[in-house]
């Protein structure tokens, strides 16, 4: 081997474990060694094509059509659905809101409606394309509420392009009533996305499976676009998702053309220009190693580790499911004895990852787990170790934030903070200081502070923290 390649490897010997299934979140295992190598050799042939003119690597046009062709299977999808492959769940939210909102040029202010459980990425896309979203809060099953969705879109009016629905919602990993959503936004005229990044490769294997799954295809009309990703439950390498658009005319504003310089005239379906062929043809080549079968088993795999892990669970009286879970992901909320946090650093000292979700909309903070088909395997070990992170939780008792810094964190105003401020903030939680930034190696103090905190401060406090996160190594110290 290379030294730079044992660099990277020794490197690498920090990260989360990718594959093993006991990383609950960001990560999704198959457990199958000849997918993974298929797509790791597939990325290698085909990281130096470029996507950018489909003309110049015609292979890559083929395995697109191909793989969006599949795609359409899954959801149920008529003869004139169009799609393409993107690089991730973000960047199909994106266009499908950059398509809504460009369909629509005689709106001059243009807004969407999102169940509040809705993905960050369309706050990105509003961020990023002026378009105002307007959140509404979910019911008290963590499902988009129909009537109040209806009441924004009146207010709206004219000014509504989008309505958004998730299947299933990352936070609590349940199916929002698409059927419903779908229908208030024919009835207007507005478009209707549906969030299935996380959910498009296993829910129509888990109807297939005999499960109970609430409408959310193209079968619900007045479904516009879907967006499901290949590298969540495709288990395909990172870089890779799908947006389908019930047809070319709703897809048409999403494609771009520039002959506004004296260069080539470009021409894109999606948001980059020059794109690498490898993770889409690693897309390609897992989902045709695993195939329909491979899926339908693989689905079944993890619909059963998900049985046993929720069977398990009942027999931990300080957790609690937060909701009847419509597919692989699950979130627990503590009884009050022990806090989500110190579980979370208990675990991670055990090797296993979880994700705290914080507090929101007076909601106390939860634990997601993502469990992919390698997970299913380790059930009743993630059990024992959780058993034991939730005893030693509960012997700690909840973090404890002094009542004098919680008034103090929430009568802090963001936009009035200064640069030192930051420091002196991240410092105080042990995110920073004199040996430079750093996540502490228990979060619990962290996050039961962030958890106080007003989602506007998170929001800075962590911009500043990876502002001083991401910067340079330069070669020659002092440069
Ligand atoms: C429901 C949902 N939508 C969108 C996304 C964003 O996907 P990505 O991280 O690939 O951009 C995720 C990621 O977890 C998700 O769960």
Redesign the pocket.
């Known amino acids: 081997m290379t030294d730079a390649l044992s660099a990277l490897e020794a490197m690498r010997a920090h990260d989360l474990p990718t594959h093993g299934g006991r990383t609950l979140a960001y990560v999704y295992d198959s457990g199958l060694a000849e997918a993974d190598e298929v797509g790791r050799a597939a990325v290698a042939a085909f990281s130096s094509t470029n996507a950018l003119d489909p003309t110049a690597f015609p292979s890559l046009l083929r395995m697109e059509n191909e793989l969006v062709g599949l795609a359409c299977d899954l959801v149920d999808a008529p003869a004139s659905t169009v799609g393409s492959v993107t690089s991730?769940?973000?960047?199909s939210?994106l266009l499908a809101v950059q398509a809504a909102r460009d369909a629509r040029p005689d709106v001059a202010s243009p807004a969407m409606v999102l169940p509040a459980t809705a993905?960050p990425?369309f706050h990105k896309a509003a961020h990023y394309f002026g378009v105002r979203p307007v959140l509404v809060p979910v019911r008290d099953d963590f499902r988009a509420d129909v009537a109040a969705t209806a009441a924004a879109l009146d207010e709206l009016g004219a000014s509504a392009v989008l309505v958004a629905g998730?299947a299933?919602?990352?936070a609590h990993g349940v199916v929002d009533p698409v059927a419903d959503l779908a229908a208030l936004a024919l009835e207007r005229g507005v478009r209707c996305h549906v969030?299935a990044?996380?959910g498009g490769w296993v829910l129509p294997y888990a109807a297939r499976l005999g499960r109970e799954v609430p409408p959310w295809t193209f079968d619900v009309e007045g479904v516009t676009s879907i967006?499901l990703?290949l590298?969540?439950y495709a288990y395909t390498p990172k870089g890779a998702?799908i947006l389908l658009h019930r047809d070319a005319a709703l897809r048409r504003p999403q494609l771009f053309a520039s002959a506004a310089w004296p260069g080539y005239t470009m021409l894109n379906s999606t948001m980059q220009s020059t794109k690498s062929g490898g993770p889409l043809a690693a897309a390609w080549a897992v989902v045709r190693t695993i195939g329909d079968e491979g899926y339908l088993r693989l689905t079944q795999e993890v619909l059963d580790g998900v049985d046993r892990l929720l069977a398990g669970l009942s027999e931990i009286p300080a957790l609690h499911v937060v909701a009847a879970p419509d597919s692989t992901l699950v979130t627990l909320s503590t009884d009050g004895t022990c806090d989500v946090f110190t579980i979370a650093d208990e675990m991670a000292a055990a090797g296993w990852y979880v994700q705290p979700q914080l507090a929101f909309a007076g909601r106390a903070a939860t634990l997601h787990l993502t469990l992919s088909a390698a997970t299913a395997a380790h059930v009743e070990e993630f059990l024992a170790a959780l058993g034991a992170a939730v005893d030693t939780a509960v012997a700690a008792g909840p973090v404890q934030v002094a009542p004098d810094l919680v008034d103090f964190v929430r009568a802090m105003d963001p936009a009035t903070l200064t640069e030192e401020d930051f420091d002196g903030l991240l410092s105080a939680v042990g995110m920073g200081g004199d040996d430079g930034i750093a996540l502490p190696e228990r979060m619990a103090d962290v996050n039961a502070l962030l958890d106080v905190a007003a989602p506007a401060l998170r929001e800075a406090l962590l911009k500043a923290f990876l502002d001083r996160l991401s910067r340079p190594v330069r070669a020659a110290a002092g440069t």
């Open positions: 991730g769940g973000t960047e939210i993905h990425a998730s299933p919602s990352y969030d990044c996380i967006s990703d590298h969540k998702s």
